[in-house]
Every structure is written in C-alpha cells, then in structure tokens.
C-alpha cells in the first residue's frame, strides 16, 4: 500500500461487516487487489454520528494503480450506498503531505469542512495547544448527496 496494513485489519473489517457495522468495498483489477475503503454506517467521530451520518474511512489505493479513476470509483459505490441510508456522506483527512491526494480528490467530488475546526483523537483542537501532525489530527468534511 505504501503504507501498512496487516491482514489482520481485513479479517477485523470482515467481521464487523458480518455484524452490519460497515460494508468493506474492495477494487479489483483482473484478478488482483487494487484498493479498498470501509462504509462506518456509525462513525466514531461524534460531529457525525449524532446526526447520523455514515463515515467513509481508510480509503487507499497501490501506489501503482494510482491515478487511473480508482479511488474515485471506491468513493462513488460508498456513496451510492450511503445515499440510500443518509442524505449526507462524511470523511476525514489527515493534514500533513502524505494525505494530500485525498485532500484534492475529496474537495473536487464536493466534499466540505463540517465546521467544527480540525480534531485531535475525535477531540476538537484548542487554540494554542500543541498537537503532532500525525494520523490522529484530522478535518472532517461532508458532501450532500
Ligand atoms: C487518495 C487516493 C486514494 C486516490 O486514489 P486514486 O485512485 O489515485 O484517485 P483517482 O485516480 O480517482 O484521482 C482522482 C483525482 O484526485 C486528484 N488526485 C489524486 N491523486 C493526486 C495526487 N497525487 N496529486 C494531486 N491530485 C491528486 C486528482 O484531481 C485526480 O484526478 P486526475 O487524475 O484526473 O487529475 C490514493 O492517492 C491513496 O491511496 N493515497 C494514500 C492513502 C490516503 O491518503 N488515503 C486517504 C485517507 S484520508
């Protein structure tokens, strides 16, 4: 993936997906594995889950299949099937370089700031404070479906 994830993670998205907590789409190219993305239809983000609003997580591509529509296509199936539950799709973005193809692909499909500022482990940042950049400090938007 360029980044790490262990099989593991599979097997506990497969499991949660058997109890109805998200759907895992993957994208396959031919015969081999391209790309995933995980439907959270009960966000752990609270600015989304009080208003009901499913979250579109740890979307990624192989770094060789990149720029081919893949991504895009992973975020129109979920959003195809979040329309069918929610009026409105969520997502997050980290805010350092490595998250800044997911920062252009989300603003340019519709995707916008929920207004509630940048958030640190779900926690809403305090002005003044210091926080790493890392995977915890995120912008959470939302698109109208
Ligand atoms: C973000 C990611 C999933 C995009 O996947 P992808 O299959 O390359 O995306 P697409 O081919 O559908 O790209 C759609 C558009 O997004 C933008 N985009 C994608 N990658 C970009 C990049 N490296 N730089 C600038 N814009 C980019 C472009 O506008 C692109 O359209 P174009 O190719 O016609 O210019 C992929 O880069 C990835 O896996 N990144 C690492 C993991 C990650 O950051 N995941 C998001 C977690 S929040």
């Known amino acids: 993936m360029g980044w790490s994830k262990p099989e593991r993670l599979f097997h506990d998205y497969l499991e949660r997906q058997a109890k109805g907590e998200l759907a895992l789409l993957v ?46 296509s992973l975020l129109a199936e979920a959003e195809r099937r ?11 973005f980290g805010l350092y370089a490595e998250y800044g193809a997911a920062q252009r692909l989300y603003i340019k499909r519709g995707y916008v700031p929920d207004g509630r500022g ?11 404070t210091r926080y790493p950049v ?10 109208r479906l």
């Open 134 to 143: 890392d995977d915890g400090l995120v912008l959470y938007l939302l698109k």
């Open 27 to 72: 994208a396959r190219a031919g015969a081999g594995y391209s790309g995933h993305c995980a439907v959270i239809w009960r966000s752990p983000y609270p600015g989304f889950r009080e208003r009901n609003i499913p979250e579109i997580q740890d979307l990624n591509v192989r770094p060789a299949h990149r720029r081919r529509g893949i991504g895009s």
């Open 82 to 92: 979040i329309a069918r539950r929610s009026e409105y799709a969520g997502i997050g």
């Open 118 to 128: 940048v958030h640190y482990n779900g926690e809403p940042v305090s002005p003044g």
